[in-house]
């Protein structure tokens, strides 16, 4: 009865193998972020922005800005990509974490009406721990299987917090729990994220 | 520096997902630059963010954005380096985004009298809740009080312990509603912190009731 339905095994190779093209996709954009830096290529520039702008924007208009403000605000986080591609270290973050973090800022200084000042983290000591780029991608990889895992309760906070941009009282005044709950689901939540980039729960 | 009090992962997670108030992001930023520990975390709290970014369902940009960033890029060929602020000499106890507000030694600094033994400075940050930085003098407590919101307090100078534990310069007390506390300055040194809320503080007992209207924090 079970022997014309695909074993567990194929099914894995198949997932295997998505998982894998997606992971090349993510190494490829940190080669090309590098590389923006040395090449001032715009063309380059242009695949970057036809990949991550929809994303940025997508991102934005989570965080509640208007349609027409949310373009404006990718158009100057992709500018900043631009701008800064020379402060891209692919051993630090990924090309996603990396303008993730750019259209973040980008945010912050729209919704603050000042700019935020930006700090130099002082150059880290030569770390044992330091991972490679290749490395950093494998550790995304595995956390985007961790998030995908994650009890409804501790994602739905995630994203409140990630991707609408709400407070942690704000979030517990939406869900109706005290402040405290919010906090101990998120702790939780990335202690798991953490457990799957290779540390101690 | 011996760092023994660190931030809570929900306090990092809410760094690097933009939400914390400017004071507070601000004070972040300053145990970021003393503590290779929470920097490291926070490392992974933005990676979160660019997972997720990576799975968001993209929202086509208009039809002209490309084209019409491809023609900004040529006014900006200059690459920004100037925007990163790396002050030349900073005194120990102030850390680099700290020193971009006071621009200079804590112990130059206009203090305003608060009570007995009670400096403050308020930064005027403008944003939601209060930033101050506030100096205490050997022996004195701060009073009874509780958290409304969140208190978040970087230790620049000194020490003080409560009833939580001992901190000292470049420690953090991350607290929230649920800590009920009256922080004493333990050495002959005036301890010196930066304090960020979110919300108004609650005193409490009597002398927390007499201070309220003066501190107002």
Known sequence: MQEDKPTGGDVNAVIQIAEEKKKQ?????????????????????????????????????????????????????????????????????????????????????????????????????????????????????????????????????????????????????QLGIPLGSVKSRLRLAFSKLKAHWGEEE | MNIRHHFDDATLMAYAAGTLPAGMALLVACHLHWCPECSHRVKQAEALGGALLDRIEPKAMSSNALNELLSRLDDDMATEVSSLVQPAILPKDVPAPLHHYIKGSLDDLPWKRLGYGVHHIDLNLGSKGTTRLLKIAPGVSVPHHTHSGNELTLILRGSYTDEVGRFSAGDVADLDGEIHHQPIVDTDQDCICLIATDSPLKFTGFMGRLVQPFIGM
């Open chain 1, 25 to 173: 996709q993510r190494d490829s954009w940190s080669a090309r972020l590098s590389s923006l830096a040395e090449t001032r290529d715009k063309s380059e520039f242009a695949a970057i922005f036809e990949y991550f702008a929809p994303r940025v924007k997508s991102y934005i208009m989570r965080l509640g800005m208007p349609l027409a403000t949310a373009e404006e605000v990718t158009q100057e986080a992709m500018l900043s990509v631009w701008r800064k591609s020379h402060l891209f270290n692919s051993a630090k973050a990924s090309a996603s974490t990396w303008i993730f973090t750019l259209a973040r800022n980008q945010c912050i200084d729209r919704l603050r009406r000042e700019k935020a000042v930006e700090y130099e983290l002082p150059e880290e000591e030569p770390d044992p721990d330091q991972r490679d780029m290749a490395e950093h991608s494998i550790l995304e990889e595995r956390m985007q299987i961790a998030i995908s895992t994650l009890p409804e309760s501790q994602a739905q906070v995630l994203h409140l917090s990630y991707y609408e941009g709400k407070s942690h009282s704000e979030i517990a005044e």
